[in-house]
DNA sequence: AATGAATGAGTGTTCATTCAT
DNA sequence: GATGAATGAACACTCATTCAT
């Protein structure tokens, strides 16, 4: 009963998911959904209130699964620089990767259907990264800057260039990712 | 007859950024966008094909607002150091106080009614940012990078800045914003 | 979950044929339908895919009743000249009790809206009848002209009769009926 | 001046027909027949009180067109079959040719846009036809059924024609026609 | 728990017509 | 007389959501 359940919530957030990928957010309605994900409209309901908490919902957990693809390979007793790295072509091969699930994430971002609470609660996975900055810092390495300016210059550069890769059909071999890496390290190091 | 009123024109426009900011992309129709300019929804079928061609209309106009914004101050014989900082300061002065506008061209990358023309069209107005770019690479002042990963480390740092400034209430003083300059010089230049 | 109700696709259909002979082809609305059968214009979508579809359901369905009124009476083993006289009196008789259904099908036959599909499928009940038309034309009763000739001289002066009958207010007694059928008779046969 | 007036009436029923032929009914707005006609959609109404005047004397037009059409070669002193013949011919004639103005007719016949006053002043111009037809009936050449008897054999069976041919491809070649004239005449004669 | 039917409110768009010049 | 601009009302259709079973 319990798994019958969550397979079908499963199936519900694959769909929306997949929908919005291949269809665009604004043609990706509850009946679409409902279709794709083999349910009724009604049993949507049955598992989220509404369509703004099944979009939350989704939010949260595609961000769940970024942040755990972001950090895998963290916990062992590694250098911080090495730590950035993997941290870094971790982010990079994920974006790369999962076009869907993150263009799905930066479609949110601008979305007023995503509460604040979930983007908190988004952004809470992130705490060993956290915790490499502020030690970092500490320990010299990284410039002395806020968090926020820290993520401006390390992740966001990687979603100017896959947007950018996109438009201008830009292919990165293994040197110039390198390269690209070695200006984001630059960039927040002393 | 009555003569097109291009005033009426600015109104629909405006109106259309208006209602985009403070209600989404997916929230602002056609009619909510007339009743905001003070038109019948049919007058708006006088001055755009429809809703595809109104949204074109207006991202160009972002567009080309936003670049000769940036390009302020640009032609003087200059140094390119100062030509970058000039533009890279006129970026972030741009974002910060249009926020309407810039969230704007935000949510247009992401949607299927903005069509290639008008991107490439969008894209054109920054020429001379183009030739200051190539010209300092072969004055061995910047990195040997493609335009994009350029970009996605001057400009798009920015972006992130302000969505993370507008999450975590981050203020920016003088010295401070200073150094983030200094970082985003250091990332592209040798 | 509530069954489709086998009624209200009836209303649907029944409110669409009434408001089509009363208003016109042109003036006949999908929201008009919806009041006239009492329910919401979107319940209309629940039981046809758009208005063509809803009108070649209802092309169908008359043409079917139209067809089996006017071969009412014919499988017996009746001579080629009784069912003839069966099937014109029939379709006499159906056409001046059911102008409604009657100048439906008429509408129908210039819009565009109702598809080869549907008009085959319209013909297609008329089986036994062009069987009694091949066979007479065998057995030497009929003249040897193609169907199309067989049915111009048969049932459209029928039509053109009730059009003419409306205009001018013309009232057949059974004497004139039987003169004006003798006349088709005659066209016909050798 | 005169002239000119006259002209752009012309001009304006002209493209209606044409937008009517190629569009059909439903999709020919008054603004895509000024368009057509190139004129502003101000100006149809200087010549017309809206839109169901325009049609209606479109219809009188088509009409007038159409019976001048079929009587030609009445006048002279030939003899009742010959006039029916040449009537018959050239019915036949006019709707192969003119299959626009035709349908036009047909359209027209049952819409309520075209009024009694209209229908009748359309049939009007069939004086000579009619006078044929009495001639020949007191003369004991036709068969002594009244008016809306003898053109529902005669000319409906036309009409069926051409809607039979179009749907079935059918063509006659000189012989069928002659065929098919025989049929008209011995319906109607004694 | 699960569902298909049902719906009021909305979508983008076009219409016949009038207004102001 | 002639016009392009302007429009309220309507169009076919879809939506997120609820109802009845």
Redesign the pocket.
């Known amino acids: 009963m319990r798994n ?2 969550e397979k ?1 919530r499963d199936a519900i957030c694959r769909a929306a998911i997949d929908l919005i990928q291949s269809q665009g957010f604004e ?6 959904i ?1 279709r794709e994900a ?10 989220f209130e ?3 908490d ?1 979009l939350n919902q989704i939010y949260i957990r595609v961000k769940r699964e970024m942040s755990s693809a972001i950090m895998e390979g963290f916990d062992q007793g590694i250098t911080i620089e090495e730590q950035f790295r993997t941290a870094w072509f971790n982010f990079y091969q994920y974006a790369m990767e999962n076009p869907v699930d993150f263009a799905f994430g930066e479609q949110f971002a601008n979305s007023p259907l995503v509460n604040r609470v979930s983007k908190d609660e988004g952004e809470g996975y992130y705490g060993p990264l956290i915790e490499m900055f502020e030690l970092g810092k500490r320990e010299g390495i990284f410039k002395n800057v806020p968090l926020g300016v820290f993520s401006a210059f390390v992740f966001f550069p990687v979603i100017g260039l896959i947007r950018n890769r996109n438009d201008e059909k830009l292919v990165f071999g293994k040197e110039m990712l390198e390269q690209v890496f070695q200006i984001a390290w630059d960039a927040v190091t002393e």
């Open positions: 019958k359940d079908k043609d990706t309605s509850m009946s679409k409902a083999g349910v009724s409209p009604a049993t949507i309901y049955v598992y509404n369509k703004e099944l």
